[in-house]
C-alpha cells in the first residue's frame, strides 16, 4: 500500500477552548490542485486516528496549508488534533473534493451590474470562505463577496480583520451571549427572513435575496443548511452541482455547530 502523505505542522494557534487554526507545510504531490471550497481528509499519524473531512482555508497558489478546527472533547480526531504542536506530523491527503466551489454557481444569469456573492457560515463552516474570500477568482465575477459568520460566542468570531483587508464585506453575529462592538445577535436565517440582514449591512430598501444580483454558498450545521436550502427552494433559488451551476451552493455533509 501506497505510504500516506504526511505534512509538518508550521503554526498553531487557539482562539477558544472550542476553536484552533493550524497551518502545515505542502510538500505531498497534488495530482490536481484544489479549488477554493473544497475540503480534504486529516489525521494523526500512523493511524492513531480516523481520517477527517477538513476545508482547507489556503489558497491553492500557497505553498502551505491552513485549517480551522473545532476541538471535540471525545472526539476519535480531535481530542488529539487540538494538542499538535510546531514540528508535529500529520496525515494529508493530496486531493481535495466538494461542492462548494465558485463554477456550481451559475453567473450567466445575473443581470444586476453589481452582482454579490453570499458566503453564509456559522462555527467551522467559516473555514471554506477563507480560502474563496481571500482568492482573487471570486472578486473577478462578483462586485462585493460578503461573509456572514455566526458562531454561539464573540471569541469564535474569527479573521474578520484580515477578510476586510481583502476586500470581502463581513457580517458576524452571536447565538449564545451579549454581542460584542460591531457584532449582531441571532441566527442569520432569522435575520433573513426578517429583512434584517440587509438593513444592518445597509442594503437599505432590500428585504431579501435578488436573483438576479446574487449568489449563495452556504456552509453549516446540517440543520442550519437544511433550513437555508428549504428557504431559498420555497422561492424557486436553485442548487448548483458541477453539472447543472444554479443560484446557491452548499457543502451537504457538514456538520453540527450551534
Ligand atoms: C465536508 C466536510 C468538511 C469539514 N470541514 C471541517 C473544518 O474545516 N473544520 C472542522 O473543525 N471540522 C470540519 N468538518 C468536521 C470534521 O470532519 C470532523 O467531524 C471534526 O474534525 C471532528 O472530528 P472528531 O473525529 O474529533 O469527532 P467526530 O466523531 O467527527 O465528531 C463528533 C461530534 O462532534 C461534533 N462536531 C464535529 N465536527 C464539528 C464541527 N466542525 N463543528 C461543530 N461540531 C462538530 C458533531 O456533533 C459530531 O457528531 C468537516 C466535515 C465535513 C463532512
Known amino acids: 500500500m501506497k505510504p500516506r502523505n504526511l505534512e509538518t505542522v ?57 485549517f480551522l478546527s473545532i476541538k471535540v472533547p471525545d472526539g476519535p480526531l480531535t481530542s488529539k488534533l487540538q494538542h499538535i504542536k510546531v514540528g508535529d506530523e500529520l496525515e494529508v491527503t493530496t486531493r481535495a473534493v466538494g461542492t462548494l466551489v465558485l463554477p456550481n454557481l451559475d453567473v450567466y444569469e445575473l ?3 453589481k452582482p454579490r456573492l453570499w458566503c453564509i457560515s456559522t462555527g467551522t463552516g467559516l473555514a471554506p ?22 458562531c454561539r460566542r464573540n471569541d469564535e468570531l474569527v479573521f474578520r480583520s484580515e477578510l476586510e483587508s481583502n476586500k470581502a ?40 435575496f435578488n436573483i438576479e444580483r446574487d449568489r449563495i454558498m452556504i456552509c453549516g450545521g446540517p440543520s442550519f443548511n437544511i433550513e437555508i436550502r428549504d428557504m431559498l427552494e420555497a422561492k424557486g433559488w436553485i442548487h448548483g452541482t458541477n453539472r447543472a451551476p444554479g443560484h446557491y451552493c452548499q457543502e451537504r455533509a457538514f456538520v453540527e455547530s450551534l
Open 10 to 66: 508550521l503554526e498553531v494557534k487557539h482562539f477558544t477552548e472550542d476553536l484552533f487554526w493550524f497551518k502545515t507545510t505542502r510538500n505531498g504531490e497534488w495530482k490536481k490542485n484544489f479549488r477554493p471550497g473544497e475540503f480534504n481528509m486529516i489525521g494523526m499519524p500512523g493511524g492513531e486516528s480516523p481520517l477527517r473531512a477538513y476545508s482547507i482555508c489556503s489558497l491553492p497558489e500557497d505553498n502551505f496549508l491552513e
Open 111 to 113: 443581470k444586476h451590474p
Open 129 to 150: 470562505f477563507l480560502s474563496i474570500a481571500r482568492h482573487e477568482e471570486a472578486y473577478k465575477y462578483y462586485d462585493q463577496v460578503i461573509v456572514t459568520h455566526t
Open 169 to 208: 464585506v463581513v457580517w458576524q453575529s452571536v447565538t449564545r451571549e451579549e454581542p460584542r462592538e460591531g457584532v449582531s445577535t441571532g441566527r442569520v436565517t432569522d435575520k433573513i427572513r426578517s429583512g434584517d440582514l440587509f438593513s444592518e449591512l445597509h442594503y437599505e430598501g432590500e428585504l431579501d
